[in-house]
């Protein structure tokens, strides 16, 4: 049975392992992440205008949640045979044009993607620890000002990362990923 935390009723949850490639040559999983206090996992891609648009910002959220020990992982979720923009091999070349300073991942089967219930590219899950286990605490969207230009977003990745750092439970756990919808592969 599939986990999906696509509606507030999965928050809660185990986040599911994974095992997949990096645009840096490693094979990740969430035991590579041990040391962290949790993840922010972004399904996103190469290609998706409200992606490009993320960029600086999810730059500056692994820089600043790296001394929260809170890690950030992207994961591609499209179908290169979609958009061969989101290809692995220009997965490669967007890590390096947009100076990710995290790893980047391919779910080439689309099987992680599946589990969490990622609908959007960005599509962000704030996964935190809780004695041994990786709970998904948050999903949704980074901010709710994709062009950034309101000085006065409400920052919910931010402000659910801090509020869970305190073991307080954020105000506002769940809201709908604004962006392009993640590119299926074809059923056989």
Not at 158 to 183: H, M, Q, S, W, Y
Request: hydrophobic share 40%.
């Amino acid at each position: 049975m599939a986990l999906l935390y696509s509606n507030p009723s999965e928050l809660g949850s185990l986040a599911p392992d994974f095992s997949l490639p990096g645009t840096d040559g490693k094979t990740y999983s969430l035991l590579d992440f041990k040391g962290t206090k949790g993840l922010l996992i972004v399904f996103m891609c190469n290609h998706c205008p409200y992606v490009i648009a993320v960029q600086a910002r999810l730059r500056k959220l692994a820089e600043d949640f790296a001394p929260k020990k809170i890690s950030v992982i992207g994961i591609n979720s499209n179908d290169p045979l979609y958009k061969d923009a989101d290809s692995f091999l220009n997965m490669k070349k967007a890590a390096l044009e947009w100076g990710l300073p995290f790893p980047y991942l391919f779910d080439e089967g689309q099987l992680i993607t599946r589990q969490f219930g990622a609908k959007n590219t960005p599509h962000v899950f704030v996964v935190l620890k809780s004695a041994a286990n990786l709970i998904v605490e948050y999903a949704g969207a980074i901010d709710n000002d994709t062009p950034d230009t309101n000085p006065a977003k409400i920052k919910y990745v931010e402000d659910a990362v801090n509020a869970l750092l305190k073991n307080i439970r954020p105000a506002v756990a769940f809201t709908k990923a604004i962006g392009c919808g993640v590119k299926w592969k074809e059923p056989n």
